[in-house]
Nanobody, 120 residues
Framework: QVQLQESGPGLVKPSQTLSLTCTVSGGSITTNYFYWSWIRQPPGKGLEWMGAIAYSGSTYYSPSLKSRTSISRDTSKNQFTLQLSSVTPEDTAVYYC????????????WGQGTQVTVSS
């Protein structure tokens, strides 16, 4: 049973870069054909897919966030990381990492989520 756990600071100042790590256990992030995604939910709003890194290392980003988003991985630690630059209070959200089993938003496993607040 794969498990995902987000970690990172809960408070980020405006204009800074938000950085979160997802640690995966019970399965390798290089296993065919999974996609490892970041998803967020701002207060009072729906889920927003931000991007993903595939088993191959290829990355995919939401067009609306692409200019500010970077996803990378450390296969030796079985982790993948989200970086979101130039944050504003509108980036305040619960951030989730999740495994997409098909590349078509079929998310079978989720982390518990981590609250990130952007505030000075």
């Amino acid at each position: 049973q794969v498990q995902l756990q987000e970690s990172g600071p809960g408070l980020v100042k405006p204009s800074q870069t938000l950085s979160l790590t997802c640690t995966v256990s019970g399965g390798s992030i290089t296993t065919n054909y999974f996609y490892w995604s970041w998803i967020r939910q701002p207060p009072g709003k729906g889920l927003e897919w931000m991007g993903a890194i595939a088993y191959s290392g290829s990355t995919y980003y939401s067009p609306s966030l692409k200019s500010r988003t970077s996803i990378s991985r450390d296969t030796s630690k079985n982790q993948f990381t989200l970086q979101l630059s130039s944050v504003t209070p509108e980036d305040t959200a619960v951030y989730y990492c999740a495994r997409d089993d098909t590349g078509w938003a079929l998310f079978s496993s989720w982390g518990q989520g981590t609250q990130v607040t952007v505030s000075s």
